[in-house]
């Protein structure tokens, strides 16, 4: 479409307009006063308007008729193909987020089998983990707090407060 308008612009602008510029120059030149510009320049408008649209052999005039009558046919399926190209995008849109979320649930799905899995294959060993460190913990409290042993250690031993790594363990 715009080609055609190219090329209708550049006939235009090549037979008509330049060919009447240059006697508008040669007619500026032999006046010396502004009215004499102003009667050129209207005289240069007049010609061009003629030339343009009242000059029964006028190509423009076929040419502007012409594509008013393709635009005039040209418009039931420029409007469909919009329509077309819009509910495309409603589509592509619609199938995006409908895919989107599907991998989403997916991978929420994924995720939650992974930290089931895991949790079935870790929870025996934290539990291993937890025995043998409880029974750690008893045996440096049983040797810390032995009878031998200088009282500062047994003040050293009722100090220790493990609830933070119970906590922090989740235990």
Do not use: W
């Amino acid at each position: 479409m715009s080609q055609i308008l190219s090329i209708v612009r550049s006939y235009i602008s090549n037979s008509i307009v330049l060919r009447r510029r240059t006697s508008l120059f040669l007619e500026m030149d032999d006046v010396d006063d502004l009215d004499g510009i102003i009667e050129a320049h209207s005289r240069y408008l007049g010609q061009l308007e003629e030339d343009l649209f009242l000059n029964e052999e006028s190509t423009v005039k076929y040419l502007l008729r012409y594509y008013t009558t393709f635009r005039l046919k040209m418009v039931d399926p420029i409007e469909a193909r919009k329509r077309f190209n819009e509910q495309q995008k409603t589509l592509a849109n619609k199938d995006f987020y409908d895919t989107k979320f599907f991998e989403q649930e997916e991978e929420r799905i994924r995720l939650e089998e992974l930290q089931q899995h895991l949790e079935e294959y870790y929870q025996p060993k934290v539990k291993t983990l937890n025995s043998k460190f409880v029974l750690l913990i008893r045996d440096i409290l049983d040797i810390l707090t032995a009878p031998p042993r200088k009282l500062h250690y047994v003040e050293l031993a009722l100090r220790l407060d493990f609830t933070g790594f119970y906590q922090h363990c989740e235990i």
